[in-house]
């Protein structure tokens, strides 16, 4: 029998807007999987500390800032000095097509979903790319 996904939902820098965020975070949990939400201002070393800490399958970043094109590289580079490269990268928020590119073709994230992504589509993709 396989376990349940976990999931981190963090919000790092400065962005003060999470409800987007909680909404996601709900609506994971709802659709079965283990959440754990880091709250507001979260730094990329905080956050990559707490996804190692509770073990997670996967990170989902909120940013909703402009810094995207920042703190997913930071949190990626910082997953991989914690040999935890294993630790999938998501991400939500208002992202540029060009940067959603960039950022995909970098391996920065999976995937990014942009707002109005229904929340269906969000919980399948996830179930559908996390193996656990």
Known sequence: MSRKIRVLVAK???DGHDRGARVIARGL???GME???TGLHQTPEQVVEAAIQEDVDVIGLSILSGAHMTL???ICELLKENNAEDIMVVGGGTIPEDEIKALKEGGWAKELFTPGTPLEKIVEWIQENVRV
Do not use: N
């Open 12 to 14: 790092p820098g400065l």
């Open 29 to 31: 949990r709802d659709a």
């Open 35 to 37: 959440v754990i939400y």
């Open 72 to 74: 997913f590289p930071r």
